[in-house]
């Protein structure tokens, strides 16, 4: 489910999906996506550790939706790199 209801923090901020059927253990997925690109911000970070820039998005994405960590108990940052790293969250969600 794209932009789903009931999922809005105090900002008005929501993720991007919403699994309709159980996901695991008869509970639904939250996750919400994240392309980062080549911005100065992580260039060097990113020269020196791969993935480093999906790691610090999906880090980032957990701590701006952890206030759905009481109704919703599975959420997914997923965190993709323009030349196609991924972090360990995207890489489990997607496994």
Do not use: C
């Amino acid at each position: 489910m794209k932009e789903p209801h009931g999922l809005v923090r105090d900002d008005g901020k929501r993720p991007d999906g919403l699994t309709l059927l159980p996901w695991n253990s008869e509970r639904s997925a939250t996750w919400d996506v994240m392309v980062e690109t080549l911005g100065n911000a992580y260039l060097q970070q990113s020269a020196i550790i791969s993935a480093s820039a999906a790691e610090t998005a999906a880090v980032r994405k957990r701590n701006k939706y952890s206030s759905l960590s009481g109704t919703h108990d599975l959420y997914f940052p997923v965190a993709l790199e323009t030349l196609g790293a991924m972090s360990v969250s995207t890489q489990e969600f997607l496994a």
